[in-house]
């Protein structure tokens, strides 16, 4: 079985959630599944979950688009009953395509269905939109939101954004640290004043407990908020004047360009001692807030508020982050947005020529026993992988290299295909994964997918059939098996017993890092060899045993038994028993053929 048809057998299998999404089938312990809670899906089911992602990006890569349909729709599956406030709907910059949609709120599974009820107006033909917030009448409870045209229509549907709102502005900032954010500035900072002190809760203006970097070109700060939110503004106190010529700005991605820029450059030439805010036009959705100023600067801050929206949690439940990106077009997200597109604008990349990392956070402690990354499909960008390493574990420090190394990228794994498996040496135990370029290499990270397996027993992938055959012919039973770690071996088993003799033969093959396959081949079949046939797959995790394939040899009846004599007066009943052996469709049954013969001729 190949590889790719193997990731869609195995579908959401453990949620790290409250709540089990399954896809197409649940495979206990095996690919963990760190996705939203919630699942895309429409009438065109190219990337749905792309309107999902939680990035602000607006390009066409990076946004769902339904090619040319009639009356195309696209439908969030919440898991469970929401309440639901108001819809807030981003298209892409060109062309702009939200002219006439109309939002539902339902509980049926058809886009049709009796049970939905509108949210807010739908938008008029021409309008012109490209972002705009469908506002409910009160809280419209339902398991589906579905966004569709108001008129019948042949088009195009895209959608970069979709966010659920289910409390606007609160008024209160985010709490730093119940939420871990973390918090970088450069090109370094100035002596004892690190980042941290800019989101430590302490709003004094003296210089010592305020943030500062060095003096250098396009100085910044970058706030992580382990999530993508919907920010409504920041304000920040600056110290002295360590502001002039800020720019705030919220997004997806690591560097500033791209992201969407919230209230306007800062001017001033003194410190108040005051807060500064930057307002956004519209609330902006984004995982980063950073704070630069462009040329040679210092900046300085005492403390950064950022203020949010409450969204409905549908987004990524942990952190994806890195040391570097190559532009805005190659967003670190893309590496875990279940797209396995090997083209260039559809996976991550870093800066080339610099020891760096590609971090995931998961929401919980989870043990891991092989990571599958995806990479591209030219030889040469492939070849850049050569060397990263794999860490797994709890710390953030020393770029990930004081967690447990899980294992590196082989020359023969690079030059397998774009499927690369990393299988750890152990079972590791962590909830940050870091993939790290080699040291001093002059090699970039280029991450299409990345996908986390934890151990378990494995799965029998392909079941042995049963056969009805005749004496002395060959047959074969196939039997294929898939875990993690890899299944070590396929035991054939002939009603309970190991199969042996002159007459087995069986072949094993490896098509993948996670699977094996076995073939059991029995020459010049005999009576008996007929039974019950299973094989047993076996890891370090445990053995599965597969259904039971019952293989039948046919022969010609066998008369076993014939009752000697029977002695009756005349006129009465005789009866006569025979016991007849026998494999084929009409045996032991003999009603269909039957001959008696006796003294006085046949019966």
């Known amino acids: 079985m190949a590889a790719s048809c193997l990731s869609r057998r195995w579908a959401a299998v453990l949620l790290l959630l409250a709540t089990v999404v399954c896809i197409e089938g649940q495979l206990d312990g095996q690919l963990i599944d760190f996705y939203p809670s919630a699942m895309a899906t429409a009438l065109s089911s190219t990337r749905p979950q792309w309107a999902i992602e939680g990035s602000s990006e607006r390009t066409s890569d990076a946004c769902y688009s339904s090619g040319s349909e009639t009356d195309p729709w696209w439908r969030l599956d919440l898991t469970t009953v929401r309440g ?20 539902y709120v339902s509980n049926a599974t058809t886009v049709g269905g009796s049970e939905r009820v509108q949210c807010g107006d739908a ?19 339902g398991q589906y939101v579905y966004i569709t045209t108001s008129t019948p229509t042949t088009g195009v549907l895209a959608l970069c954004e979709v966010m659920l709102n289910v409390q606007t502005g609160s008024g209160v900032a985010l709490d730093f640290s119940s939420i871990q954010a973390e918090v970088v500035q450069g090109p370094g900072d100035d002596g004892s004043r690190t980042a941290d002190l800019a989101i430590d809760g302490d709003a004094s203006s003296v210089q010592a407990q305020c943030a500062s970097t060095t003096s250098g070109s396009n100085p910044f700060l ?46 001033y030439q003194s410190n108040s001692g005051n807060f500064y805010s930057f307002s956004c036009s519209e609330s902006q959705l984004g995982q980063y807030v950073i704070v ?21 949690d549908i987004y990524l439940p942990g952190s994806v982050t890195a040391s570097s990106q190559l532009s805005a077009n190659w967003e670190i997200w893309k590496a875990v947005d279940r797209f396995h597109s090997t083209s260039n604008k559809q996976c991550y990349r870093s800066v080339r020529g610099q020891e760096d990392y590609w971090r995931l956070e998961l929401i919980s402690v989870t043990t891991i026993s092989m990571v599958k990354i995806t990479s591209h499909a030219r030889d040469d960008f492939r070849d850049d992988l050569l060397g990263s390493r ?35 040496a152990s079972k590791a135990v962590g909830k940050y994964i870091y993939i790290i370029t080699t040291t001093g290499s002059t090699r970039s990270l280029y991450l ?24 002395g012919v060959n047959i074969s039973l196939d039997c294929s098996a898939a875990g993690t770690p890899q299944p070590s071996s396929i035991t054939w088993k002939l009603d309970n017993v190991v199969v042996n003799g002159t007459d087995i033969q069986t072949s094993n093959s490896t098509p993948s890092e996670i699977e094996i396959m076995s073939t059991l081949t029995i020459t010049k079949v005999e009576r008996s060899r007929g039974g019950r046939y299973t094989c047993e797959a076996t890891n370090s995790e445990g053995t599965t045993v597969s259904d039971v394939a019952v ?27 025979v016991t007849v052996s026998g494999a084929s469709p009409d045996v032991p049954n003999i009603n269909g053929s039957r001959t008696w013969s006796g003294p006085s001729g046949t019966v």
């Open 84 to 103: 639901i406030f108001n819809v807030r709907v981003v298209a892409a910059t060109s062309p702009v395509l939200l002219d006439g949609l109309v939002v």
């Open 123 to 141: 938008l008029t033909s021409g309008s012109g939109v490209d972002v705009t917030t469908f506002t409910c009448s009160g809280t419209l409870v």
């Open 222 to 267: 970058r706030i992580d908020l382990k999530r993508p939110r919907l920010v409504t503004k920041v304000d920040i106190k600056f110290y002295d004047d360590g502001g002039n010529g800020a720019i705030v700005e919220v997004g997806g991605n690591l560097i500033a360009a791209g992201n969407y820029q919230c209230g306007s450059t800062l001017s």
């Open 292 to 312: 630069t100023i462009a040329g040679t600067a210092q900046l300085q801050m005492c403390e950064v508020q950022v203020f949010t929206d409450s969204l409905l």
């Open 390 to 424: 794999v860490f797994i574990g709890n710390t953030t420090t020393n770029k990930g290299k004081d967690n447990v190394l899980c294992g590196a990228v082989t020359s023969t794994a690079v030059t397998s295909g774009v499927l690369i498996y990393i299988q750890c």
């Open 448 to 471: 299409c997918e990345v996908e986390l397996y934890s151990p378990g027993v494995p799965e029998v992938t392909v079941q042995p059939q049963s056969q009805q055959v005749s004496p």
């Open 551 to 577: 293989v039948t040899v046919l022969y010609a009846p066998v008369v076993a038994a014939v009752q000697p004599s029977v002695v009756v007066l005349r006129g009465s009943n005789a009866t006569l028993q």
